[in-house]
């Protein structure tokens, strides 16, 4: 992120960073989503002194798809860690020792056997819900085990003690269908951020793992103050979900988000793109400045190469005069595409579209900007340009010839979604990741050179997540696992 952590919830800018020293409210630091943090005392000298940080002890049940939040008011010496897990569970915890201030249970999850297909087991909350700051609010979105199948909820619980809110939760399926959109618990899948812009709450839905049944990439806004759904934007065609775990990103004008393949589709309907929604979520289907799909989209359809597998970033290249405005995403088939963010282009519009893995790119992507352009770290199955570096850097110019290039690229054993920390914006830049699903631990790169500054000698986690990602704050690393939050410190 780039901005202000407190009220940061609030705000679409891609703005300036600045210090992590009070909330992080959304998933990967902002709605830019680009999972920068500004920490001063974590130097590239201190970093080789991560550890667990064993003082840290989490009583949590259920497994952990979502990243932790953190929310610490003006003038509390001590802040919470916000954890909610797939068995409908959700925890406050004390930031220095992991005792639990409050927990709130939402209801039963639904089982696996509920739904038409999947790979988790229950399924409760997977999406990183998200909090608003000036209302001392935390939304999530759930499914539930009711006597009439399961159910989509959002709720809204009090960040004081984690009560729910009047006029909470919301049934989704029965709001979506008072608006005419076809909408089944039973096949949609809610695994990406939640995302507050303008005081409106807007939540992402896809499908189940393994593609069955009818469902929709579905974009759904709910005013907050009089609990309702407001609109919802669907995709014409059947699947074209959304599936990153970031969702919506935004640039403080537009929202966008990424599709994932669509069915039975012989003209684009808009799977397999970027699409630029504007608040209100009202179509402009025939307006090529508001989508992007690759031209060979019906060939991605077919052969489930996903350009929905990481959300699309929206950042600034500065020129030395006006900033050059893009976007890029990552597809599973291992391609970046980097569009123009004023005229996402229609089909085949991309600025350029680079081979950088020679498999599918399924995590969320981290981005911070230098003087002299704007790097973009990547974590997947293995690079093009090197062998056994699954997490790369890219460098993306402004202009010129190409406009993608590589940094650096490294090993890692596993596939979390990195973040980017440095001391004051650009100084002392650090590429983070987890060897989730791996060797399950936490790594440290140099940002400018890919050299390892920590190898992740003693930070061996269980029960981790290929989505999972890092919470970092003023004086910790935490990482949410199955049953178990992880606190790491530096000094």
């Known amino acids: 992120m780039t901005s202000r952590l407190v009220g940061a919830a609030l705000l679409l800018t891609v703005p300036s960073v600045s210090v992590a020293e009070d909330s992080v409210v959304t998933y990967h630091n902002g709605n830019s989503r680009h999972g920068a943090y500004v920490v001063p005392t974590l130097t590239l000298d201190a970093a080789v002194h991560m550890q667990r940080d064993t003082g840290f002890t989490a009583a949590i049940t259920g497994h952990v798809y979502a990243q932790p939040l953190y929310w610490k008011p003006k003038g509390a010496k001590r802040g919470l860690v916000i954890v909610a897990t797939e068995s409908n569970n959700v925890y406050a915890l004390d930031d220095r020792n992991g005792a639990t201030v409050w927990q709130r249970s939402l209801g039963a999850p639904a089982g696996h056997n509920e739904l038409g297909c999947g790979n988790i087991d229950p399924v409760g909350v997977t999406g990183t819900p998200v909090i608003d700051p000036a209302a001392q609010v935390l939304y999530l979105a759930a499914l539930m085990h009711t006597n009439n199948g399961p159910k989509h909820k959002v709720f809204a619980l009090s960040l004081g003690d984690g009560s729910i809110l009047s006029g909470w939760p919301l049934d ?59 609109a919802n934007w669907q995709t014409r065609a059947k699947g074209g979900g959304i599936w990153a775990q970031g969702g919506l990103a935004g640039d403080g004008t537009y929202l966008f988000v990424t599709t994932g393949n669509t069915f039975g589709a012989n003209s684009w309907s808009d799977g397999e793109a970027i699409i630029r929604l504007h608040p209100g979520l009202a179509r402009h289907d025939n307006n090529t400045k508001d989508y992007f799909a690759p031209s060979n989209w019906q060939q991605l359809d077919n052969s489930d190469q996903d350009l929905g597998g990481t959300e699309a970033l929206p950042f600034n290249i500065g020129t030395g005069g006006k900033p050059a405005k893009r976007v890029i995403a990552f597809g599973k088939d291992g391609k970046a595409y980097l569009v123009n963010r004023g005229n996402l282009g229609g089909i085949g519009g991309q600025l350029e579209s680079v081979q950088v893995a020679g498999g599918g790119i ?130």
């Open 362 to 491: 399924r995590t969320a992507p981290a981005i911070y900007e230098t003087a002299t352009g704007t790097m973009v770290a990547f974590t997947n199955s293995g690079s093009s340009h090197c062998s056994g570096g699954n997490v790369a850097m890219l460098n993306i110019a402004a202009s010129g010839s190409p406009l993608i290039n590589f940094a650096w690229c490294a090993a890692l054993n596993g596939g979390g979604a990195p973040i980017v920390t440095t001391t004051d914006g650009t100084a002392n830049a650090i590429v983070w990741a987890i060897g989730a699903e791996g060797d399950n631990a936490l790594h440290g790169y140099d940002a400018k050179t890919g050299n390892v500054v920590f190898s992740g000698n003693g930070t061996q986690m269980t029960g981790l997540h290929h989505f999972q990602t890092i919470l970092a704050t003023r004086n910790r690393f935490y990482v949410g696992a199955d049953n178990n939050v992880y606190a790491f410190k530096w000094r």
């Open 172 to 230: 989704m399926e029965t709001e979506l269908g008072k608006q005419g959109a076809t909408f089944s618990s039973t096949v949609q899948g809610e695994r990406s951020a939640l995302l507050i812009y303008a005081n409106r709450l807007f939540v992402n839905y896809a499908g189940n793992w393994g593609d069955c049944g009818t469902y929709y990439g579905t974009v759904a806004q709910i005013n907050p103050a009089n609990p309702s759904l407001e």
